[in-house]
């Protein structure tokens, strides 16, 4: 075997194979520790007095292009239609274009206005 794959192999050896026995993870209690922190579970975070609007931080509020696309059904260039004619409203954040969730539900909202005045 070469020089340098039997250093690989003793290093795999010491640091996952010798570290299952109880002797070992007596020798390294540190490592033991950090890993018992991070599987603890965080706190939940402290309730705001402020009422929300029904979103959260799990929930965006812009979406890309290609998200919008799946939320309305509709193919990449009808959404680029849709926000040229001003249906759909957009910002751009560099050279990423996003859609805001209240302009989703606006159009949606005119939609429902058009079909109901038809």
Known sequence: MPLNMR???EYIYRQFIHLSTPEA???TD???H???TITTPLPPPPRSHRPT???TLDTPRLYR?????RMLSLSRSVIY???RAGRLRSVTQGRTRLIP????TDYIALLEEEAQNS
């Open 101 to 104: 969730s209240s302009a989703i």
């Open 53 to 55: 609007s029904g979103l």
């Open 30 to 32: 540190h490592r033991i």
């Open 34 to 36: 950090r890993t018992a």
């Open 81 to 83: 239609e849709l926000i």
């Open 25 to 27: 993870a007596s020798l």
């Open 7 to 9: 250093h690989i192999y």
């Open 65 to 69: 292009v290609s998200d919008a696309m």
